[in-house]
């Protein structure tokens, strides 16, 4: 396999990990469910509302086996 041809498809699987996310991310929020994100060690929630919060949705809160 050339350099080229190896980027290409690097780019290809980043590309399709990065649509699967997206649609999954959309689909969660469709059903309620929010997104949850870690910045500096920290937990956000998007909300299927839009808001963005830290403080942990109650869907979230007796999720122990998580």
Known sequence: MSNDEFIKLRDDIIRAGNNA??????????MGIPNVYSR???????????????ETPDIYKNCDDL
């Open 21 to 30: 996310v997206r649609n999954a991310q959309k689909e969660n929020l469709e």
């Open 40 to 54: 500096n060690g920290k937990l956000y929630y998007e909300l299927p509302s839009g808001e963005i919060t830290s």
